[in-house]
């Protein structure tokens, strides 16, 4: 909260006082962007893998010895992305024992939805 009020007196001050950069762009960000972030399914997924997922499964880079490559898991057609949703939010309930940590709770619907329609297209 006080990093707000700060920035709304800095953001008023005007950009020539200390942080001249970081203060640009904390004055810029558009503010009323409601829209847009839901249609473009597929941008939204690739960013929310990399920031969630990379890390035990690279995907671009292709495998990773922590996890299975999911770089072609769309290409068997039981991984829809009903499936794969289900599967991210609770792994140990579709593969008993699974070592994957379960992700309910962790990321909006939104995104889980662009995130498995994104891995769905991955044939
Ligand atoms: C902490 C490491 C880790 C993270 C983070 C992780 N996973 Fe996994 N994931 C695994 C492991 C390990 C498996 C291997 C199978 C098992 O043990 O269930 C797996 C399996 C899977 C499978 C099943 C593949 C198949 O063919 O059965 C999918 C799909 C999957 N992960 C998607 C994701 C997505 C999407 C995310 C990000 C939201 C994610 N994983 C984040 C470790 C992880």
Known sequence: MSTRHWLARACKVGPALLFPLALLYACNKPAGSGSGASSSSTVGGAALFTSNCSKCH?????????APDLSH???????????????????????????????????????????????????
């Not at 690279?58 to 922590?66: A, M």
């Not at 699974?98 to 309910?104: A, K, L, T």
Request: charged content about 25%; proline content about 7%.
């Open 58 to 66: 690279t995907i671009n880079g292709s495998g990773s010895k922590r």
């Open 73 to 123: 898991v769309g290409a068997d057609a039981s991984h829809t992305a009903d499936w794969l949703a289900e599967f991210v939010k609770n792994p140990g309930k579709i593969e008993p024992g699974s070592r994957m940590p379960p992700f309910e709770g962790k990321i909006s619907d939104s995104d889980l939805k662009s995130l498995t329609e994104y891995l769905a297209s991955l044939k």
